[in-house]
C-alpha cells in the first residue's frame, strides 16, 4: 500500500502527450506515457500509484484504450490500471513469464511488431528483457515521429547519446552483435524524438542518436574505440 502522501503528477510533454509518475518519488520512480491519437488513447509503461484524481484527469484527457509495456520492471499495478479503465494491456508474449498477477485484461502479443493504431506500433527489440519492446509514434512531434523505448534504449547524461545495457543495477553491457540488431531494427522506424523511462528526452536528431550511439557502443565493446 502506498502512502497517502503520495500523488500523481500528471505533465504535459508536447501536442498530445503527457507524462505522469508519482511524487515523492516511489521505487525506481518511472515516468509513464499518455498519448492522444484520433479515436485512440494509451499509456505507455505503468506505474504503481492509482487514484481517484489521476483516474479523474486522465479520463479528462479522453480517458483509455490501451496500456502497453515496454518490460516487466515496469508492469507496476498494470492489472488495476487495466481493470479501472476497462482496456487491454499489451505485453509481449517473451516476457510472460515474469507476470505474476494474470488478468483477463492481459493480452500478450507475439512476432516483432504490433500495429495498435494507424500511429501506434509496438516493437520487440530484446536486450534489456527478452521481450522487451518500444513505441513508435508516427505522426507524434509534428508528424516527424516519436520513440518511446522505456530503458530498452537508455537515453544518457548527455541527450543527445543513449546506451544499451542487458543489467542496470550490475552494469552488465549487451553483446555488441545485440546492439547492432537493435539498432538494425530502430533504423527502419520514423521518429526525431526519444522518450526514456525516466524523463530524458532526445529532442532532436533522435534517430540519428540511435545510430550514432550504437556504433560507438559497438566500437567499445569491440576494442576500436579507444585504447586503455
Not at 500523481?8 to 510533454?13: D, K, L, T
Not at 492509482?50 to 509495456?69: R, T
Not at 518490460?71 to 513469464?97: G, L, M, T
Not at 516493437?123 to 518500444?134: D, Q, Y
Request: aromatic fraction near 12%; proline fraction near 3%; glycine fraction near 6%.
Amino acid at each position: 500500500m502506498i502512502d497517502a502522501g503520495f500523488k500523481n503528477q500528471i505533465q504535459f510533454e508536447e501536442d498530445r502527450l503527457y507524462s505522469f509518475k508519482t511524487e515523492p518519488k516511489f521505487g525506481i520512480g518511472q515516468t509513464a506515457y499518455f498519448i492522444q491519437t484520433e479515436g485512440f488513447n494509451i499509456v505507455w509503461d505503468c506505474i504503481a500509484l492509482i487514484d481517484d484524481h489521476s483516474f479523474k484527469e486522465i479520463n479528462e484527457l479522453g480517458g483509455i484504450d490501451a496500456i502497453a509495456i515496454s518490460h516487466p520492471h515496469y508492469y507496476a499495478s498494470q492489472v488495476e490500471w487495466a481493470e479501472k479503465f476497462n482496456v487491454p494491456v499489451y505485453i509481449h508474449e517473451d516476457d510472460k513469464e515474469w507476470v505474476m498477477r494474470p488478468s483477463d485484461q492481459i493480452v500478450y502479443w507475439s512476432g516483432e511488431s504490433l500495429e495498435l493504431q494507424n500511429e501506434i506500433v509496438l516493437h520487440r527489440l530484446g536486450g534489456h528483457f527478452k521481450g522487451g519492446s518500444v513505441l513508435e509514434w508516427k505522426d507524434g512531434n509534428d508528424n516527424k515521429g516519436v520513440l518511446l523505448t522505456g530503458d530498452v534504449i537508455q537515453v544518457v547524461a548527455d541527450h543527445n547519446w543513449v546506451s544499451f545495457m542487458y543489467s542496470y543495477p550490475n552494469l552488465i553491457p549487451l553483446p555488441a552483435s545485440k546492439v547492432e540488431e537493435i539498432a538494425q531494427s530502430v533504423e527502419k522506424m520514423k521518429f526525431d524524438r526519444l522518450y526514456n523511462a525516466f524523463h530524458n528526452i532526445v529532442r532532436d536528431d533522435a534517430h540519428n542518436s540511435v545510430q550514432k550511439s550504437a556504433k560507438r557502443y559497438m566500437e567499445a565493446l569491440n576494442g576500436t574505440l579507444f585504447n586503455t
